[in-house]
C-alpha cells in the first residue's frame, strides 16, 4: 500500500514536471522593451524610429500567424544611466519583458547591461557606441549589433591616418562613448605613426562650440576629430564651417555621422564629409523597399538610420531564433547562446555572424556625402567610397578582452 | 594671450543671446509679475518662424528679422490675452507652472512634427565669411549679432526707462487703478509689453538660427541658463540683465578654455555664490 502511493506520487510528480516542460517549451509569449532617447540629441537616430523598426520585424517575422503572442512596450531613458535602469528593472520587474533593444548613449547602455545580465535578460543594443559592450564589459545576455568605437576608429579613423592626417586634434563628448571613441582612434592614429596634440572634453549637448573649436584650430592639427554625435556632432560641423576651419586647411573627422546629422547639417555644409556606416538606405533593391515601407510610417518621412536598421535586424534574428528554439524559454543567457550559433541573414545587413563575445559581424561601408548639385532626392546624401569586409571593420577575438572567450 | 582674446570674444558673442534672452525675460517680470517659463519656446518659434517665411514663403533673413518677432509677438499677446491676464494679482507660482505647462507643449507639438536633430537655415549671403583679427579668425555674422544685439539691448532700455510710454508702463505696474483713472488703457498696455518681450525672443531666436540648428529644444536648452541670469542680475532690472548676459557670456568661454569640463556649470555656481551674498541679485532692489 505504501509502495504503491510513493510510486503514484512519483508517477505524478514527474508527469507535472514533464507538463510543465511542455508548457514552457511551447511558450509562445514574447514582450519586447525599446528603450531609447526619444526625445533629446539622439532621439532622431533612435526614438520612435526605432520602435517602429522593432514592430516592423515583428510583423515581417510572421509568428503572429504561427500563434505567437509578441508585445513591444518603449521607454524614454532621457540620457540619463539612472533613469534608464530604473526603467529596464521595472520591465523585468513587473512587465516581464524578456529582451531590450536599441539603447543609444554609450553610459546609460553599459549601466542597463549589468540590468540586464543580473535579471538574465536578452539586449540587443544597436544604439550604443563603446566597444565595451563586447570586450571589458562584455556579457552573455548582451548582443551588440550595428557599429562601435572600434569599428569607427579602424575605418573612418585608419582611411584619414594613411591619407597624410597624421596630427590630430579631438572634440569628445565628456562621458563614456566620448571616451571610448577617442581611446580606440588613438590607438590607430598612433599604431599608424600619427600623433595626437591635444583636446577638449566638452559637456553632452553643447550649442555652442566655437570655444573649442578655436582652441582645436589653434592646434594647427591637420585632422579635428569629432567623438562626438548627434546634435553635438552637427553643431561642431556647422560652426566649423562657419569660423573657416575646413577653408584653413584642417579637415574634420566625423568619427560617428548618421543620415539625420547630415538632413540637420544640410549637404551646403556637409557635402565632402567621409565616415563609416553599416547600414545605408540606398545601398540595393531590398534595403530601399525597406526604406520605403519604414519612411511611410514615420511621422518626418524619415528613411531609416543605421542604428534604427540595427533594431529591425536584432529583432528578426532574435524572433528567428525563438522559432528554432520552439517556444520562448524566458532564459536571456540560453537564447544569445543560440543566436549566436545561427548565422545572421537579412535584407539590410546580409550575411553576418555573432562572435562568442556578443559582437555581430557585418560589413562595413565608406561614404562621402554628396554635393548639392549631385543630390536627387530629399534624403539622396551619401556616395559610397569602399567597402570594409565585417572581420576587418570590428575586433578581432584575439584582440578582445572579453572574459567569456576565456572561458 | 592670443587665445585668451578669442575666447573673450566668443563669450560675448554667446553673451548676446543671453542678454536678449534675459531682458525680455526682465521687461515681462518687471511690467507683469510673470516668471515667464515659455520663453525658450518662444525663441524657438521666432527660429521656425524664420526657417518657415525662407522655406515656404521666399522671405529672407533681413526680412524675417522684422516679421518673425511681429508674428511670435502675436502669438504671445493671444496668449496673454486668453491665458496670463487671469492670473493678475495671484502668486508667482501660478504663472510659472501655466507658462512651463505653455513651454512643453509648444514644444511638445514641434518636436511631433520635425523631430529633435533640428533644420539647417544658412547665414544669409552678405554676412558670410569672416575676417582675420590677427588673434582670431571672426565669423563675419557673429560680429553681427553682437552689434545688432547690443542696439537692441540698449532701444529697449531707452523705451522703457527714459521715454513717456515707458514711464506710463512703470506707473501701471506701480499702482495700475491711478494710472488707469489718468485715461490709459492698462490692459492693452500690458498686452502689448507681454507680446515686446516675446518679441525679444523671437528675435534672437532668428539671430541663432544661422549659428544653431532649428530645434524644438534649442530654447529648453538655453532657458535655465538665462534665468541663472536674470537671477544673478536681478529680477526685473532692465539694465542688470543686459549687463549680466553679456558678463556671464565672457565668464563661460573663460571656462571653456581653462576648464571646459564645467562650462555648463559655472553660471549656476555663479548663481549660487551671488544668491548667499545678495539674494536680491547683483542689481536688484529689495521687494
Sequence with gaps: MKTRSIASLLLTTALTFALAGVASAQDKTVKIGALSDQSGLYADLGGPGSTLAAQMAVEDSGLAAKGWKIDIISGDHQNKPDIGTAIARQWFDVDKVDIIVDVPNSGVALAVNNVIKEKNGVYINSGAATSDLTNAQCSPNTVHWTYDTYMLAHTTGQALVKAGGDTWFFLTADYAFGAALERDTTAVITANGGKVVGGVKHPLNTPDFSSFLLQAQASKAKIIGLANAGGDTTNSIKQAAEFGIVKGGQKLAALLLFLTDVKAIGLETAQGLNFTETFYWDMNDQTRAFSKRFAEKMKSNAPPTMVQAGVYAGVRHYLKTLEALGGNPHDGVKVVEKMKSIPTEDDLFGKGEIQPNGRTIHSAYLFEVKKPSESKGPWDFYKLVGTVPGDQAFTPLSESKCALLRK | ?287
Excluded at chain 2, 506701480?174 to 488703457?185: Q, S
Excluded at chain 2, 541658463?225 to 557670456?249: E, H, P
Design chain 2, 1 to 287: 594671450m592670443q587665445a585668451l582674446y578669442a575666447q573673450l570674444l566668443v563669450g560675448l558673442i554667446n553673451g548676446s543671446f543671453y542678454a536678449l534672452l534675459s531682458l525680455g525675460l526682465a521687461v515681462i517680470f518687471g511690467m507683469l509679475n510673470i516668471i515667464n517659463f515659455a520663453h525658450g519656446a518662444l525663441y524657438m518659434m521666432g527660429a521656425f518662424v524664420a526657417y518657415f517665411l525662407l522655406n515656404l514663403g521666399g522671405i529672407n533673413y533681413w526680412w524675417a528679422l522684422l516679421f518673425a518677432p511681429i508674428i511670435v509677438g502675436i502669438f504671445g499677446m493671444i496668449l496673454e490675452r486668453t491665458m496670463l491676464q487671469w492670473l493678475t494679482g495671484l502668486d508667482h507660482l501660478y504663472g510659472l507652472l501655466l507658462t512651463f505647462g505653455i513651454a512643453l507643449i509648444v514644444q511638445g507639438v514641434f518636436q511631433n512634427y520635425f523631430g529633435s536633430s533640428g533644420l539647417p537655415y544658412a547665414i544669409p549671403d552678405q554676412l558670410r565669411g569672416g575676417m582675420n583679427l590677427g588673434f582670431m579668425f571672426l565669423p563675419i555674422y557673429r560680429g553681427w549679432v553682437v552689434i545688432f544685439s547690443l542696439v537692441v539691448c540698449i532701444a529697449t532700455w531707452f523705451l522703457i526707462e527714459k521715454t513717456r510710454l515707458g514711464a506710463y508702463l512703470r506707473a501701471a505696474t506701480e499702482n495700475p487703478t491711478l494710472v488707469r483713472a489718468f485715461g490709459v488703457n492698462v490692459p492693452r498696455m500690458i498686452t502689448l509689453t507681454y507680446g515686446l518681450g516675446v518679441g525679444l525672443a523671437a528675435l534672437a531666436g532668428v539671430l541663432s538660427a544661422p549659428i544653431n540648428q532649428v530645434r524644438p529644444l534649442m530654447g529648453a536648452d538655453l532657458i535655465i541658463v538665462v534665468f541663472a541670469v536674470v537671477v544673478i542680475g536681478g529680477m526685473g532690472s532692465i539694465m542688470g540683465s543686459i549687463i549680466t548676459g553679456f558678463a556671464l557670456g565672457v565668464i563661460e568661454g573663460l571656462t571653456k578654455y581653462f576648464y571646459p569640463e564645467a562650462s555648463n556649470t559655472v553660471v549656476f555656481v555663479l548663481m549660487v555664490l551671488v544668491l548667499l551674498v545678495k539674494p536680491t541679485g547683483l542689481t536688484g532692489r529689495a521687494a
